[in-house]
């Protein structure tokens, strides 16, 4: 039972390059976040999936973008990084008809040079 | 807008202390609580949750109590462990919004 998985784990890239991080879920559940996690800043949102189809800023969306492949699948991609979104990401599912509790992928380690 | 605000940490204690972080929030209508805890090199996982006022959540000797009144759900243990040691974060939604998580407490538990 994989849950929520994330890929890649570990990635280095040079300022000004794309990338895209892959998170997919085998839980049925409708929606999807995508986080990232800064010493002394907690968990930040970036975007966020209600339902297959649909997607929406969070608190932190800027130099991101997001795509809801399918019910399973949410992706991140950063088109040009910069210094500023080195960062773990964090993606996240919560099911339709529960209280609200977050399921978390194991993290994705992002250095941008 | 909905925030949660915890005590900063690091928090460093012995083995079998008692421990208490405080975690008090802002929100609008009834907002579910919870506390995670993030181990070494792993994602976040829930500890436990409260889902309405005067509800007790409790997992692995930790307790937390949805206090209204005071707009607190602080995290307590009475024995801790080294196996303890972690960052824990405070956490609320209410009605569709997105999870909102505090800043983390991490915790230090030395033998």
């Known amino acids: 039972n994989a849950g929520v998985t994330q890929t890649p784990k570990f990635q280095v890239l040079k300022t000004g390059q794309s990338m895209t991080l892959q998170c997919a879920q085998d839980m049925n559940h409708n929606s999807m976040y995508w986080y990232r996690q800064d010493p002394g800043m907690g968990l930040r949102l970036i975007y966020y999936?209600?339902?297959?189809?649909?997607?929406d800023k969070g608190e932190v969306p800027n130099g991101y973008n997001v795509s809801r492949l399918n019910k399973r699948e949410f992706s991140l991609r950063l088109e040009s990084a910069a210094p500023s979104q080195t960062s773990v990401y964090f993606c996240a599912t919560v099911g339709l008809y529960s209280t609200g509790e977050l399921f978390f992928g194991e993290g994705s380690r992002l250095t941008v040079l | 807008g909905n925030s949660v605000t915890q005590m900063e940490g690091p928090v460093t204690l012995s083995e079998e202390a008692f421990l208490t972080i405080n975690c008090t929030y802002t929100a609008t209508g009834y907002p579910s609580l919870f506390w995670y805890v993030q181990y070494p090199g792993e994602g976040l996982q829930l500890l436990l949750k409260a889902t309405k006022a005067d509800d007790k959540g409790s997992n692995k000797g930790f307790e937390a109590t949805y206090r209204k009144e005071t707009t607190s759900f602080h995290l307590e243990k009475g024995s801790v462990q080294v196996s303890d040691s972690a960052v824990y974060f405070c956490a609320l939604n209410s009605g569709n919004t997105p999870l909102v998580f505090g800043k983390g407490t991490r915790l230090s538990v030395i033998a």
């Open positions: 999936s209600a339902s297959e189809g649909t997607t």
